[in-house]
T-cell receptor
Framework: GENVEQHPSTLSVQEGDSAVIKCTYS??????FPWYKQELGKRPQLIID?????GEKKDQRIAVTLNKTAKHFSLHITETQPEDSAVYFC????????????FGGGTRLMVKP | DGGITQSPKYLFRKEGQNVTLSCEQN?????MYWYRQDPGQGLRLIYY???????QKGDIAEGYSVSREKKESFPLTVTSAQKNPTAFYLC??????????FGSGTRLTVV
C-alpha cells in the first residue's frame, strides 16, 4: 500500500521567516495530496491541496509544490506568524488505496515571536 | 462543525466497560473513517466504511467495533478488549477525490 514519509518531525523558526515541510510517497498512482493543520486539542483542518496534474498551488502565504517524478511534495509557509504554530500533516490518495488518505507522521511547527 | 458531528466531546470509561462514540454527517459522503490519536502522535486508522452496510479494518482495529446501518452514521464502540483506550478519537468523512472533513473529536479517558 501507500507509504508517506514526512520531515522534519519538529521545526522551529523565527517569526517572519519561511518554513518548509517535505513529504515523500511510494505509490506512483497517487493523484491527490492535501495538507492539514492541527492546533492543540482541535481537529485537523484542510489548509491546501494539490492534484497530480498541477506542479504548484498558492493561497496567500502558503504554497504546495509537487514533483511527480521524484514522488515528493512540499508545504511552504512564508512570513510565518505565531498563529502558524501547530502540527501539520501531509497525505496522499488515489492510488492503490483508492479513496483512502494515507497520512505522514506530522510536523510540529513552532514560530517564535 | 462543517457537517460532521461527534459526541460526546469528553468520555470517561471504567475498566471492563464498553463505550460507544457517535459520528453523524449531513454531507452526503459515502466514505467514513475512524482514527485514533495519542498525545504528540499521528493519526492511526481504526476502521473505515466506503458504503452503507460495509466496513473494513484499519491498522489498529483490535478492541474496537463499528456499524454502518445508515449513510449518515458511523458509530465506534470501544470494547473491554481494548486495554489502553485513552486517546483522542477523530471521525472523518470524504467525498471521492477530495480531502477529509473531520469531526471535532472525542477525548476518551479510562478512570
Amino acid at each position: 500500500g501507500e507509504n508517506v514519509e514526512q520531515h522534519p518531525s519538529t521545526l522551529s523558526v523565527q517569526e517572519g521567516d519561511s518554513a518548509v515541510i517535505k513529504c515523500t510517497y511510494s505509490d506512483s498512482a497517487s493523484n491527490y495530496f492535501p495538507w492539514y493543520k492541527q492546533e492543540l486539542g482541535k481537529r485537523p483542518q484542510l489548509i491546501i491541496d494539490i492534484r497530480s496534474n498541477v506542479g504548484e498551488k498558492k493561497d496567500q502565504r502558503i504554497a504546495v509544490t509537487l514533483n511527480k517524478t521524484a514522488k515528493h511534495f512540499s508545504l511552504h509557509i512564508t512570513e510565518t506568524q505565531p498563529e502558524d504554530s501547530a502540527v501539520y500533516f501531509c497525505a496522499a490518495s488515489g492510488g492503490n488505496a483508492g479513496n483512502m488518505l494515507t497520512f505522514g507522521g506530522g510536523t510540529r511547527l513552532m514560530v517564535k515571536p | 462543525d462543517g457537517g460532521i458531528t461527534q459526541s460526546p466531546k469528553y468520555l470517561f470509561r471504567k475498566e471492563g466497560q464498553n463505550v460507544t462514540l457517535s459520528c453523524e454527517q449531513n454531507l452526503n459522503h459515502d466514505a467514513m473513517y475512524w482514527y485514533r490519536q495519542d498525545p504528540g502522535q499521528g493519526l492511526r486508522l481504526i476502521y473505515y466504511s466506503q458504503i452503507v452496510n460495509d466496513f473494513q479494518k484499519g491498522d489498529i482495529a483490535e478492541g474496537y467495533s463499528v456499524s454502518r446501518e445508515k449513510k449518515e452514521s458511523f458509530p465506534l464502540t470501544v470494547t473491554s478488549a481494548q486495554k489502553n483506550p485513552t486517546a483522542f478519537y477523530l471521525c472523518a468523512s470524504r467525498r471521492a477525490n477530495y480531502g477529509y472533513t473531520f469531526g471535532s473529536g472525542t477525548r476518551l479517558t479510562v478512570v
